[in-house]
């Protein structure tokens, strides 16, 4: 089975394809998407959506993975949130993808074994469950950890 993990974002999205076979997981790609901080969120959305369907078109994964949504401290911020979520959701609709939707603190508890993990944590552990991935960046990592919390509770 291959799994889509996705951290979406209006600045930057990644994403994170493994093979999910019994208990054993294997790296397939990763990548991040930036959007041009300049260009109107509509086009930012757009360029999101349909960056993420290549991504579905190159790996043609079985099933996707997202955090659940969270609330910032700044309504604009969590607005612009919703919105990158709502064009990378659509591309998976738009592929017949269901979206499972994880907890961030149960993507973290399910990678390092504790819910209070901070990124660092989670990207060592990324090491070790997929030893010589080339990780992207951040936001890849955090997707690829969705990824494997997915197959780990799925």
Same mark, same amino acid.
């Given at each position: /089975? +291959?799994? +889509?993990?996705?951290? &979406?974002?209006? $600045?930057?999205?990644?994403?994170?394809?493994?093979?999910?076979?019994?208990?054993?997981? $294997?790296?397939?790609? %990763?990548?991040? !998407?930036?959007?041009?901080? #300049?260009?109107?969120?509509?086009?930012? @959305?757009?360029? @999101?959506?349909?960056?993420?369907?290549? !991504?579905?078109?190159?790996?043609?994964?079985?099933?996707?993975?997202?955090?659940?949504?969270?609330? %910032? #401290?700044? &309504?604009?911020?969590? @607005? #612009? *949130?919703?919105?990158?979520?709502?064009?990378?959701?659509?591309?998976?609709?738009?592929?017949?993808? $269901? !979206?499972?939707?994880?907890?961030?603190? *149960?993507? =973290? =508890? $399910?990678?390092?074994?504790?819910?209070?993990?901070?990124?660092?944590?989670?990207?060592? /552990?990324?090491?070790?469950? +997929? &030893?010589?991935?080339?990780?992207?960046?951040?936001?890849?990592?955090?997707?690829?950890?969705?990824?494997?919390?997915?197959? %780990?509770?799925?």
């Amino acid at each position: /089975m +291959l799994i +889509l993990g996705l951290d &979406p974002s209006l $600045s930057c999205t990644g994403w994170g394809v493994i093979r999910a076979e019994g208990s054993r997981i $294997s790296h397939i790609a %990763n990548g991040q !998407v930036k959007t041009d901080a #300049k260009a109107p969120i509509a086009e930012r @959305l757009h360029h @999101l959506h349909d960056a993420i369907r290549a !991504v579905i078109e190159t790996h043609a994964p079985d099933r996707a993975a997202a955090e659940e949504i969270f609330v %910032n #401290k700044n &309504p604009q911020t969590t @607005l #612009k *949130l919703a919105q990158a979520r709502g064009a990378v959701l659509a591309a998976c609709a738009a592929h017949g993808l $269901s !979206v499972n939707e994880h907890a961030a603190r *149960l993507v =973290k =508890k $399910s990678i390092t074994g504790t819910g209070g993990a901070d990124k660092v944590q989670v990207q060592a /552990m990324l090491k070790v469950l +997929l &030893p010589g991935a080339a990780i992207a960046g951040a936001d890849a990592a955090d997707a690829l950890a969705v990824a494997i919390a997915d197959a %780990n509770l799925g």
